[in-house]
């Protein structure tokens, strides 16, 4: 290889050390205070998720064997589509190997050159890559700022073919989400089509998990419904939801993640059956993760500025500066507490943040000395 080339790649990554903005995987220490897990139920080593993945894996073999148009599409997979419609109010769906993909899919295919993407300003990074590189023209409307959505929408909804309005349920960095009733509103007066990501909502929204379209009753109007396995369902791989049987037909013969990748493997399909099962039904865990993140959001507001309107378990402690943040990771570290610091581009500049990400099965005294850090943080 040549040395001028990894000379390139050299510089680049040291202008990211400088900047406090490297990034490196660290192996979890499982001793350690998990706060940076997307697992809300911590299901990864329930019983009956491991006994199926097994009873799957040992029927169908340890992987699909082959993309979904080859032979990789299997009963266990159709089952769990099924399983997905009927938890979700939805016809038609598909799956996908990861939640990224699917917005990779969804975003760069469907919305073609005379149609118009609005798109919240936070969007997740799998639907804002997407959106460079479709052929669709996309506007941003300010965080949960319907009304600039509205105004956008007036102004350009006459310009384009069609329009499409994409937000997530749960913003997966900052723990709030839109008013979808007011979202669905606006959808009956200008007739876009409306995407909903549902990552961070599944689970731990809905009487029965569904998501923010259950928790608001506005599901038969959210047109595309977008959401991933590997959060509260405690595995990976991802689904697309909607009742409009072409957009599903035009991604299964128009999406290279769907066409040219080994379809999601049969041990996966069965950990998500057995945790929707679980999830759907876990009305209990649901109520005690709603009450801790009151709880912690409540205690943290007391020193921070937190956001108390909400109640659910993503909570964001804006610090500003890249290199703050790593210190109060460092801190959090140095109590074997797990804590993520978001820094750009996953979030605009000057807004990097230590990232709280509860579990239904925290106690308020493993929660208390995060408090104290966060007070002692705070005189400084
Ligand atoms: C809102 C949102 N959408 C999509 C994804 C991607 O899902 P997956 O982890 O299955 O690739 C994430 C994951 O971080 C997310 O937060």
Same mark, same amino acid.
């Given at each position: 290889?040549?040395?001028?080339f990894?000379e390139?790649?050299?510089?680049?990554?040291k202008?990211l050390q400088a900047k406090?903005? #490297?990034r $490196?995987p660290?192996? #979890?220490?499982?001793?350690?205070?998990?706060?940076a897990? /997307?697992d809300y139920f911590?299901l990864?080593h329930?019983r /009956? =998720?491991?006994d199926?993945a097994?009873?799957?894996?040992?029927q169908?073999g340890?992987?699909?064997?082959?993309?979904p148009?080859l032979?990789?599409? =299997?009963?266990?997979h159709?089952?769990? &589509?099924n399983t997905l419609?009927?938890w979700?109010y939805?016809?038609?769906?598909m799956?996908y190997n990861?939640? #990224?993909?699917a917005n990779?899919?969804?975003i760069?295919n469907?919305p073609?050159?005379?149609?118009?993407?609005?798109?919240d300003?936070f969007?997740?990074?799998?639907i804002?890559q997407?959106?460079n590189r479709?052929?669709?023209?996309f506007?941003?409307?300010?965080?949960?700022?319907l009304?600039h959505?509205?105004?956008?929408?007036?102004k350009?909804? /006459?310009k384009?073919d069609t329009?499409?309005?994409i937000?997530?349920s749960?913003?997966?960095?900052?723990g709030d989400?839109?008013?979808? /009733?007011?979202?669905? $509103? +606006?959808?009956k007066?200008y007739?876009f089509i409306?995407?909903l990501d549902?990552?961070?909502g599944?689970?731990?929204?809905?009487?029965f998990g569904?998501?923010?379209?259950?928790?608001?009753?506005t599901?038969?109007?959210?047109?595309?419904?977008?959401g991933?396995f590997?959060? *509260? +369902?405690?595995?990976?791989?991802?689904?697309?939801?909607t009742?409009s049987l072409?957009?599903?037909?035009y +991604?299964?013969?128009?999406a290279?993640?769907?066409?040219?990748s080994?379809f999601?493997?049969?041990h996966?399909?069965?950990?998500a059956?057995?945790?929707? $099962?679980?999830v759907?039904?876990a009305?209990?865990?649901r109520?005690?993760?709603?009450? &801790?993140s009151?709880?912690?959001r409540n205690?943290l507001?007391q020193? %921070?500025?937190v956001?108390?309107n909400? $109640?659910?378990p993503i909570i964001p402690l804006? %610090?500003g500066?890249n290199?703050s943040?790593?210190?109060?990771?460092?801190l959090f570290l140095n109590e074997?507490? %797990? %804590?993520?610091?978001?820094?750009?581009p996953t979030?605009?500049?000057?807004s990097?943040?230590i990232?709280? *990400?509860?579990?239904s099965?925290l *106690?308020?005294?493993?929660?208390d000395p995060?408090?104290?850090?966060?007070k002692?943080w705070?005189k400084?």
């Amino acid at each position: 290889m040549s040395k001028y080339f990894e000379e390139r790649l050299k510089k680049e990554l040291k202008d990211l050390q400088a900047k406090d903005l #490297f990034r $490196e995987p660290v192996a #979890f220490n499982k001793n350690f205070l998990n706060l940076a897990t /997307n697992d809300y139920f911590l299901l990864r080593h329930n019983r /009956n =998720l491991l006994d199926a993945a097994d009873i799957i894996a040992r029927q169908y073999g340890t992987g699909s064997g082959a993309s979904p148009l080859l032979s990789g599409y =299997l009963p266990c997979h159709q089952t769990l &589509i099924n399983t997905l419609l009927d938890w979700k109010y939805k016809k038609f769906g598909m799956l996908y190997n990861s939640g #990224f993909m699917a917005n990779q899919a969804l975003i760069k295919n469907l919305p073609g050159k005379n149609d118009l993407i609005l798109v919240d300003k936070f969007i997740h990074h799998s639907i804002a890559q997407a959106l460079n590189r479709g052929s669709a023209k996309f506007k941003r409307y300010n965080h949960l700022d319907l009304c600039h959505l509205e105004e956008l929408l007036s102004k350009n909804i /006459n310009k384009y073919d069609t329009v499409f309005v994409i937000t997530e349920s749960i913003f997966s960095m900052d723990g709030d989400y839109p008013d979808l /009733n007011l979202l669905v $509103e +606006l959808k009956k007066k200008y007739h876009f089509i409306l995407i909903l990501d549902e990552a961070h909502g599944t689970g731990v929204l809905g009487k029965f998990g569904a998501g923010l379209a259950e928790e608001t009753g506005t599901s038969k109007e959210i047109d595309i419904i977008i959401g991933t396995f590997g959060k *509260s +369902l405690a595995g990976m791989g991802a689904y697309i939801l909607t009742n409009s049987l072409p957009i599903i037909e035009y +991604l299964t013969n128009k999406a290279g993640e769907y066409i040219y990748s080994t379809f999601l493997s049969p041990h996966q399909a069965g950990v998500a059956l057995a945790s929707i $099962e679980i999830v759907k039904n876990a009305h209990k865990k649901r109520e005690s993760l709603k009450q &801790i993140s009151r709880w912690f959001r409540n205690r943290l507001v007391q020193y %921070v500025d937190v956001d108390t309107n909400y $109640e659910t378990p993503i909570i964001p402690l804006i %610090v500003g500066s890249n290199e703050s943040t790593l210190k109060l990771q460092k801190l959090f570290l140095n109590e074997a507490i %797990v %804590v993520g610091a978001v820094r750009p581009p996953t979030v605009p500049q000057g807004s990097s943040r230590i990232r709280f *990400s509860l579990h239904s099965e925290l *106690s308020t005294e493993e929660l208390d000395p995060i408090i104290l850090i966060v007070k002692e943080w705070s005189k400084k």
